[in-house]
Nanobody, 126 residues
Framework: QVQLVESGGGSVQAGGSLRLSCAASGYTYSTSWMGWFRQAPGKEREGVAA???????TYADSVKGRFTISRDNAKNTLALQMNSLKPEDTAIYYC????????????????????WGQGTQVTVSS
């Protein structure tokens, strides 16, 4: 079955960096859109970054220039490099697998993804 397992979360001071990883199994990873989402307490889950099977990327405006999504199709892994972290980046971060072909314009929408990892906590202190 499809499994997505995130790792790499933790606590960091503002301005610091973290790298999240997601290990995927149980499906053909190389042909799937993948995304990173986050959910802060009391807020809805929101899209952070997405990447197509060919490596095209989409970012939320709030993280552009600070976060970088990448994938390794040989190792079935997804990564999110987060730099210049801010307290407002504090959330649980999830990786997700897209449902079939995902149009770039909607690649940060949660309803385009049907499998989710368990999440990893990121806490940024000021």
């Amino acid at each position: 079955q499809v499994q997505l397992v995130e790792s790499g979360g933790g606590s960091v001071q503002a301005g610091g960096s973290l790298r999240l990883s997601c290990a995927a199994s149980g499906y053909t990873y190389s042909t799937s859109w993948m995304g990173w989402f986050r959910q802060a307490p009391g807020k809805e889950r929101e899209g952070v970054a997405a990447i197509s099977p060919g490596g095209s990327t989409t970012y939320a405006d709030s993280v552009k220039g600070r976060f970088t999504i990448s994938r390794d199709n040989a190792k079935n892994t997804l990564a999110l490099q987060m730099n210049s972290l801010k307290p407002e980046d504090t959330a649980i971060y999830y990786c997700a697998r897209g449902m079939g072909w995902v149009p770039s314009a909607s690649s940060l929408q949660t309803n385009k993804y049907n499998y989710w990892g368990q999440g990893t906590q990121v806490t940024v202190s000021s």
